[in-house]
């Protein structure tokens, strides 16, 4: 199954394709750069909050 793409994926696509169209590209260029640091931070943070949420959690043993 195909994975959804997300709304900044979209945006994504959009900047990179205002960048071959514009003539100066320094303007778009911090735009795509500022969103892919933004999205890195996000995916950092979530990876950080579940492994948190694991280690708040007690396995408890199962008899035998």
Known sequence: MAKRQ???DDLLDALVWMRRKAKKHE?????????????RKVKKKVVKGKLVKRKGKKRRKTKR
Do not use: G, P, S, T
Not at 28 to 38: E, G, K, Q, S, W
């Open 27 to 39: 303007a778009v260029d911090d735009l795509i750069d500022a969103l892919v640091r933004m999205r």
């Open 6 to 8: 997300e709304v900044v």
